[in-house]
Structures are given as C-alpha cells and as structure tokens.
C-alpha cells in the first residue's frame, strides 16, 4: 500500500464529542509515511477508493455516526468526474456524514455547481486554512454563500512567523463564519492556551494535536 488516509480527530468542545475526522492523504516513501510532494499524484478514483476503507474500517469499530472530511484541490475540482465520483462516495459510505473541504480558491461558477449538486446528496462545503495561501477573503468572498463552513488553521501562521496576528485573524474569521451563517472549524489547537482562545472567540469546533496527531486507521 503506497497511499493512504491518516485520520485527525474532530472535537465539539460544547460537550467534548467527537464529531468527525479529517482524511489526510500521505504516501509510504521507503517505510516511512509522509506528505506526497502533489496530492494529484494519486487519482481522485483512487482517493476514493481508499476513503471507502478507511469508513469501512470505522464501521467495524462501530464509529458509524460521525463525519468525514477530505481535501480537493483546483486541479482535481477541474477533473469533469470529480462530482459523481463524490456521490458515489457518499452513498457507499452511509451513515457516515462528508464534507469536501477545498484547499484553493476555484471560480465561483464551479463553486455554485458543487454546492447545488452536493447538497443535494448532503454533502457539505468547507472551505479550507481561509485567510492564508490562495483562500483569502478577497478571493473567496464570492462563495461563501454557497458553502457550509470555514476551516481556519493557526499553525499556518505559526510556521509563517505571524503567531501574533493570530488573535486578530481568529476575531476577523469568527465575525465572517457569523454574518454568513457558516460553521467554524479551528485548527491548529495544541495546548490549554489554544483552547481559551477558541473560547475567547466563541468557536466549539476544534482539531489539532491536542485532540490527536493524525494516525493510521487500524
């Protein structure tokens, strides 16, 4: 097996549940599992493929209740089967709940289609680490409408040298997430001190390695 999901768990602070795990694909480079230099290298049939093991593997676990999320980039939003190959997923691992969660700012017409189609199969949209890369709000303002929820991820800035702005950043999103009715999702939680920040901005739901590193799915 050259590629595969690892899994990080997502937390509702509210009331300490477990609500769902991000997908996150790595490829094994000599033994070692680590990030693929392109996460087009492997198709999004395959990606689906294995996503489909990684719910089968929960189910054995009897984890049927929660959601699962995974990332799609520009290219693979341009490839014309993604939509049905996502369908298709959604179905075969029920009850699970999905949300696609996109990495890179895409035109808004396609925005528009995904949302209309998806939702229609109770697929959710998130766009992903907003504020950063290609996703800021210049660039995303347009669709937010159209999506579900908003991921912020704080280590983008720490690994940037911006831990400062963090507070600023958090007040900024939090804001947005509110006047567009959107869910919130902050990554990046690593300690005490990231959870009262959570809590300073009214944001419940958290991931990070506070909750769990991702992992292999056993």
């Not at 009850?95 to 969660?101: G, N, R």
């Not at 944001?203 to 992992?215: E, R």
Request: charged share 20%; glycine share 4%; hydrophobic share 40%.
């Amino acid at each position: 097996m050259r590629y595969t999901f690892f899994v990080q768990p997502q937390v509702n602070k509210r009331d300490d549940t477990l609500f769902g795990y991000e997908c996150l694909l790595r490829k094994n480079n000599n033994g070692i599992w680590q990030l693929p230099q392109s996460f087009t290298e492997i198709s999004i049939n395959d990606q689906i493929n294995i996503l489909q093991k990684i719910a089968d593997l929960f189910r054995e676990k009897s984890l049927d209740n929660l959601m699962l999320s995974f990332n799609l980039n520009r290219e693979q939003a341009n490839d014309p089967s993604v939509l049905d190959k996502i369908i298709m997923l959604k179905k075969d691992i029920q009850p699970f709940s999905l949300t696609v969660e996109l990495t890179e700012a895409i035109p808004l017409a396609k925005i528009k289609t995904f949302s209309e189609i998806l939702h229609q199969y109770n697929v959710e949209l998130a766009i992903d680490d907003v504020g950063t890369g290609s996703n800021v709000f210049e660039n995303i303002h347009l669709a937010l409408p159209y999506v579900d929820k908003i991921k912020c991820a704080m280590q983008n800035l720490r690994m940037s040298g911006q831990a400062k702005l963090i507070p600023e950043y958090l007040k900024f999103w939090s804001d947005i997430a509110q006047n567009y009715h959107l869910g919130m999702i902050l990554e990046g939680i690593e300690d005490n001190t990231d959870l009262k920040l959570a809590e300073q901005f009214g944001i419940d739901l958290l991931q990070g390695y506070f909750y769990g590193k991702p992992a292999l799915v056993h």
